[in-house]
């Protein structure tokens, strides 16, 4: 289903003239406050979060599955959905694959959907966690981490592949999460499974084309329940600073124990050139993939506080860095999901834009953590929700893109379209 210009219209049309009211004194208050208002709304209209393609269904947990129907059945389906949620938004026009979930055959058409839909491919995803039906070798003891090098070599040329898929479309990024490790202690020797997947990592990393970047994710445990090859930021920047300059830390928001500093490690990576980017979920217990923002928005906000004022520091712009979304759940409308973690990440992003950054300096310098506390809430506390529509207005988007969806039936028009028993490929 696409949306059109005068359907967006159409929704805008009654709204605009309270979205004014709203919009005129945030503008005030802002502008009072020595924000910058024009080029605020410049970087927020810029930021583009990519859609997962593994996240259009409605996701099931190990003990069940509810389906509301409607979900995609093929490649081109899922790009529509996502055109449409950019229609919605337009802070959502990238997309990421997880091959062999989503094999993009044909490129060149794949290619021209996405011109068509204004989409560009972000990171593409291997997956060596689960085994595929005409695969020779099991993963079942792990993939690049593996005792057998056959079964090595099957992981390695996995990945080759993926990055082949994704020269094909236009990106020149490959991220790879492992699901490898161990379940009892002493099923590995936790020495050799770590040597030998750096060893096929460099094997990967040495196949890439010179352009290539490879993004490691890291993650504590599940599925692998004693120990995991890669399972913190330590070990993930470890093996990337081997591998070399083209190697990334990327940071799945859900893959810390409860209460880690997640913003510290952020600060960190920067500082060392070694971030890649960002899965976004949310979670409360452990990697809960809920949607981002519905849990610890603050959290959220204090991150993008360190990217702000990081990647300022080094003079590098937002788009340097990786940004998507790795949630999906069993109860929501996906997309409805979606949309709401695309709006949290740009409401963290402007609370950020607008922190005093000289006064929360000075409160630094002075060792006064009062008013340090107070530079930073007084941006988190400001409610900045007329800033984003004022963006998305100005972009041709939806007011509120929630309501718009929900105006256009969009859900009961992708079940009639679609079928009510459909299940996407995906988590
Ligand atoms: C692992 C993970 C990883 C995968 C995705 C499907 O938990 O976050 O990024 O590729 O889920
Ligand atoms: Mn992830
Ligand atoms: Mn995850």
């Not at 970087?43 to 409607?70: C, D, E, H, K, M």
């Not at 830390?249 to 980017?277: C, F, K, M, W, Y």
Request: contains cysteine; hydrophobic residues 40%; aromatic residues 8%.
């Amino acid at each position: 289903m696409q949306i059109t210009k005068e359907q967006l219209q159409q929704h805008n049309e009654p709204q605009l003239k309270k979205h004014q009211a709203q919009w005129t004194a945030l503008r005030q208050q802002l502008e009072e406050r020595g924000v910058d208002v024009a080029s605020t709304l410049q970087q927020l209209r810029q930021f583009q979060v990519a859609i997962p393609s593994w996240a259009l269904g409605t996701g099931g947990t190990r003990f069940g599955r509810f389906p509301i129907g409607g979900a995609p059945l093929n490649l081109e389906e899922k790009m529509m959905d996502i055109g449409m949620l950019h229609a919605l938004n337009r802070s959502s026009g990238a997309i990421s694959l997880h091959i062999p979930w989503d094999i993009p055959d044909n490129a060149a058409h794949i290619r021209a959907l996405a011109t068509e839909l204004d989409l560009r491919f972000d990171a593409v995803n291997s997956n060596t966690f689960q085994d595929q039906p005409d695969q020779q070798r099991s993963y079942r003891f792990g993939s690049l981490c593996h005792t057998d090098k056959e079964v090595r070599r099957q992981a390695v040329e996995h990945n080759l592949e993926v990055v082949r898929y994704g020269a094909e479309l236009g990106t020149n990024v490959l991220s790879v999460w492992l699901s490898d490790g161990s379940n009892f202690p002493g099923q590995y020797h936790m020495q050799g499974a770590l040597q030998r997947t750096l060893e096929s990592l460099q094997s990967i990393y040495a196949g890439m084309p010179d352009d290539f970047l490879l993004f490691l994710e890291y993650k504590p445990f599940e599925p692998a329940f004693y120990a995991t090859v890669i399972p913190d930021w330590g070990t993930s920047f470890l093996l990337v600073n081997k591998l070399g300059d083209r190697a990334r830390t990327l940071v799945d928001l859900g893959h810390h124990l409860p209460n880690t500093n997640i913003e510290q490690i952020v600060s960190t990576l920067l500082a060392e050139d070694r971030l890649a980017g960002f899965h976004f979920n949310d979670s409360k217990f452990a990697d809960d993939d809920l949607t981002t923002g519905s849990i610890k928005p603050y959290q959220l906000f204090l991150i993008f506080y360190e990217l702000v004022d990081g990647m300022r520091r080094k003079q590098r712009p937002m788009q340097d860095l990786g940004w998507m979304i790795d949630a999906s759940h069993n109860i929501k409308d996906p997309l409805e999901d979606l949309l709401q973690s695309v709006d949290a990440i740009l409401l963290a992003y402007a609370q950020a834009l607008i922190v005093d950054t000289p006064g929360l300096q000075q409160a630094q310098e002075e060792n006064d953590p009062v008013l340090a506390q107070e530079a930073l809430q007084d941006a988190f506390r400001t409610d900045l929700r007329p800033l984003l529509a004022e963006a998305r207005l100005q972009d041709g988007a939806a007011l509120s893109p929630i309501h718009c969806y929900r105006e256009l039936q969009v859900r009961k028009n992708l079940i009639a379209a679609r079928g009510e028993k459909t299940i996407a490929t995906g988590l």
